[in-house]
């Protein structure tokens, strides 16, 4: 086509480097993930394009960017925005967003970039890098004191970040919070009074969460137990919680 040739005297530096044929299949390959991953992002969750292997591109901006450049760059090209649509694989609703944003603010984002520079400096991330490594089992919190002792102070969601960034993603939560003295206590006592439980006794207990346990003789459906409805034998309605399990046999 002819209007193809026009593009040396159009202002699109992603078209110039890349060349409209590739730029067009990187689009149309990314860009249903990246259009559902922008609108995980604007609820505000961290996520990047590592997350969807996107790694075509560097940044969840920079594809955005692509993509509303090339919707733009076509529609100067008189192309409909149902043909621009079926051309760089997205929705005509988006194509008209994408040219209505793109001629009023010039940014593909609903709210322009701030050009923030990033917050983690060369000497921040080799120090939390060497933390991380010298006692790899650490909460966010207790990093995030490490940081506020070395005078620099950032909020846990920040660290969060940080450790994606840095590649560690193997964050694996805590089964149990950590017990203080009261619950410790607490826990001595329990273990102490039913340390001479029969058998039969125990057939007769249906456990909660790996730890809490409830005795079939006095279930009370209170604000924090679950209504359990008991059948005969001591078995369990099908309508119950599926988390519950039992250790008993009808």
């Not at 530096?13 to 590739?22: C, K």
């Not at 990246?34 to 969807?52: A, R, S």
């Not at 994606?164 to 102490?192: D, M, V």
């Not at 249906?206 to 409805?229: A, E, M, P, R, Y």
Request: charged share 25%; glycine share 4%; proline share 4%.
């Amino acid at each position: 086509d002819y209007r193809f040739e026009q593009v040396s005297k159009l202002k699109f530096p992603i078209i110039q480097v890349m060349g409209f044929e590739a730029m067009v299949s990187v689009v149309r390959l990314v860009s249903p993930k990246l259009y559902t991953l922008h609108k995980i992002y604007q609820m505000g969750f961290p996520v990047t394009l590592k997350d969807l292997r996107l790694d075509k591109i560097g940044s969840i901006y920079e594809g955005l960017l692509m993509i509303e450049e090339l919707a733009l760059y076509l529609q100067q090209l008189e192309f409909s925005k149902v043909a621009i649509g079926t051309m760089v694989g997205i929705k005509r609703p988006d194509v008209q967003n994408a040219v209505r944003r793109v001629a009023q603010t010039g940014s593909p984002l609903k709210r322009k970039s701030s050009e923030r520079p990033n917050s983690l400096n060369d000497y921040t991330a080799r120090h939390l890098e060497r933390i991380i490594r010298k006692v790899p089992f650490q909460t966010v919190d207790q990093l995030s004191e490490e940081l506020r002792l070395m005078d620099k102070p950032h909020a846990t969601t920040t660290v969060r970040l940080w450790l994606k960034e840095l590649g560690f993603n193997h964050c694996i939560p805590f089964l149990k919070s950590l017990l203080n003295n009261n619950q410790k206590e607490r826990c001595l006592l329990w273990a102490r009074k039913h340390v001479n439980w029969t058998y039969e006794q125990w057939k007769k207990v249906i456990w909660k969460n790996g730890s809490f346990f409830l005795d079939t003789d006095c279930i009370c459906d209170t604000h924090h137990l679950l209504k359990v409805l008991m059948e005969e034998n001591l078995g369990l309605s099908s309508n119950n919680d599926p988390t519950l399990r039992t250790i008993f046999e009808k």
